[in-house]
Each structure stands twice: as C-alpha cells, then as structure tokens.
T-cell receptor, first 113, second 110 residues
Framework: KAGVTQTPRYLIKTRGQQVTLSCSPI?????VSWYQQTPGQGLQFLFEYFSETQRNKGNFPGRFSGRQFSNSRSEMNVSTLELGDSALYLC????????????FGSGTQLSVL | QQPVQSPQAVILREGEDAVINCSSSKALYSVHWYRQKHGEAPVFLMILLKGGEQKGHEKISASFNEKKQQSSLYLTASQLSYSGTYFC???????????FGAGTTVTVRA
C-alpha cells in the first residue's frame, strides 16, 4: 500500500514568487491536513480538508491557501513568498481526520531566497 | 494553543529510562505521540483519548491525566532505535486539527 506522497521534495524560490505543493494521500483516506515545520517550532497546523471542504484553518496569513480535489489529492499554495516561509511542509492523511492516526508524507523542503 | 513539552532534550545510555511530559492550558480530548527521525516523516506512536486507558507500544507507553491536562510518554529500557524527536499533539473534539509541541530530542547512546 503506497504511503502519502508529496511533490516536489525540494523547492527553491525567491521572495515574491508563489509556489504550489502537492499531496497524494493514502488510498481511501479522505482527510488531508497540512503542517509547517521549522527548527525549534515543532509542527504548526495550516489547514485540514475532508471531501473537498476545509474544516479548520490555522493562524497563517491569507497568502497560504489550499484545496482538495474529488480524488482526495490536495494542494497548498503560498503566494508572495517571504524569507520566513522557508520551512518543511508536511501533509498528513487519515480516514476521517478525527482523533485517529495520521500518516505523514516526507514533506516538501521550501527555501526562499 | 501549542502544548508545552519538557524536557527539550535528553541524552540516555542504552537501557536507561526517560519520561517526556506534555502539558496543555486547555482541557484535552486527545493526545497523540509521534516520533521523527532526522530527515524522515513523523511516525505515529500512540493516541490517548479522554477517559481512555494507558496505551503502550513495545517498551514505550504513555499516560493521560485529564485533571492536570497533561500526558507523559515513558521510554523504558531505551534502545538505540529510540533516538529521534518526540512530538505530542493535542486534539479537541471535532476540531480536525492537532496542536503540536515544540518537540523533545532524545539521543540514545551505546
């Protein structure tokens, strides 16, 4: 059974650009959540989607957005990149998104220069 | 709100025990524990639900004190493979998100 797949694995962008990250959940999982990981800060919740609906959103500026498609694949977009957006972006999938085990992908390492 | 984990780091010799604590300022519904090795994705260890029992995973177990809004992870007779960063994630009913602590880095030496 394939795990959670995130693409690309690495990205280098410059300030002001925008970026789109992709996440394919485990087959059958309908919940996808996104987290930003920076050294010393742990994992910060970005948003969660279930059946194409965003059910919760973290405290991030509007430059961070996401969506989910009918096949449960999800994308997140960051517009007008800032240096502080450099981080590892992790997505996780689960069956329902409610109090159950999360399966994490390996993440996309974003560097903003 | 982000839970507080302590200690930030711990160094152990094989066979030693350790406890990692996770405290929340809000009443908890669930506590999740994950371990992340360098350069890898976080891996699920266990979940504790309000009113639930202490859970175990090999020689790693955890408890959930609802009154103190705190969970503790117990590493017993540590092995080299236990090295990594341990994160607790706190959840609230129908919230569909986890708030993670900053992590505790565990180093087990031979």
């Amino acid at each position: 059974k394939a795990g959670v797949t995130q693409t690309p694995r690495y990205l280098i962008k410059t300030r002001g650009q925008q970026v789109t990250l992709s996440c394919s959940p485990i087959s059958g999982h309908r919940s996808v959540s996104w987290y930003q990981q920076t050294p010393g800060q742990g994992l910060q919740f970005l948003f969660e989607y279930f059946s194409e609906t965003q059910r919760n959103k973290g405290n991030f500026p509007g430059r961070f957005s996401g969506r989910q498609f009918s096949n449960s694949r999800s994308e997140m977009n960051v517009s007008t990149l800032e240096l502080g957006d450099s981080a590892l972006y992790l997505c996780a999938s689960s069956w329902t998104g409610s109090d159950e085990k999360l399966f994490f992908g390996s993440g996309t390492q974003l560097s903003v220069l | 709100q982000q839970p507080v984990q302590s200690p930030q780091a711990v160094i152990l010799r094989e066979g030693e025990d350790a406890v990692i604590n996770c405290s929340s300022s809000k009443a908890l519904y669930s506590v999740h524990w994950y371990r992340q090795k360098h350069g890898e994705a976080p891996v699920f260890l266990m979940i504790l639900l309000k009113g639930g029992e202490q859970k175990g995973h090999e020689k790693i177990s955890a408890s959930f004190n609802e009154k103190k809004q705190q969970s503790s992870l117990y590493l017993t007779a540590s092995q080299l493979s236990y090295s990594g960063t341990y994160f607790c994630g706190t959840g609230f009913s129908n919230d569909y998100k986890l708030s993670f602590g900053a992590g505790t880095t565990v180093t087990v030496r031979a």
